[in-house]
């Protein structure tokens, strides 16, 4: 299929698989959305999704912005790579299509994003990535068996007590965030396909 032809019945599919209206937008999202437009070129149909209640689509953004903008001493590099190898267990197409796209985004590597989508263990990782995926993988597969000894792993890796948290904290929302977006059967943004490549 031609490439505008595959982009055009790409842009076609509904949104989820739920019929709900949006709602009016809020003043505040109102202007977040025109910021996604001006940064992305597209408003994430993430956000279009939880449009529908403005109360609902707020605390997702404050949470995600929170999570994976708000300084940490995880980079926003290491935030993108805990989502896609989350979302990778749990085979979320929508957040492996746009945390691939903000892997290959921040690392420049797009080799590096398609590896970690496929098989974080066949990526050339440092020994701090490969121990946070570790976690992050098992936390998601296992969450019961996690323990001390794999807080551990993180310390050695050289992970602060509050970096651990916030590995935690990606990783928990990327559980949740996979799960409603296979829940309502969410579409990725066509964009995200060919973004930093």
Known sequence: MPKDKA???AAERPLTGLDVEPAPLSEAMTQYYRKCDEKLGFVPNVLKA??????????????VDDLMLAPSGLSKLEREMIAVVVSSVNHC???LVSHGAAVRYHSGDPHLAETLVANYRAATL???QRAMLD???????R???IGDEDREALRRAGFS????????LVAGFFNMSNRVASGVA????????????
């Open 7 to 9: 982009e055009t019945a």
């Open 50 to 63: 939880y449009s529908f209640d403005m109360a609902k689509l707020e605390a997702f953004v404050r949470m």
């Open 93 to 95: 197409h929508y957040c």
């Open 126 to 128: 440092t020994d701090r």
């Open 135 to 141: 976690f992050a993988w098992k936390i998601t597969e």
């Open 143 to 145: 969450p019961a068996e």
């Open 161 to 168: 007590d509050r970096d651990i948290w916030d590995v935690v």
């Open 186 to 197: 969410m579409e990725p943004n066509v964009e995200y396909y060919a973004m930093a490549r």
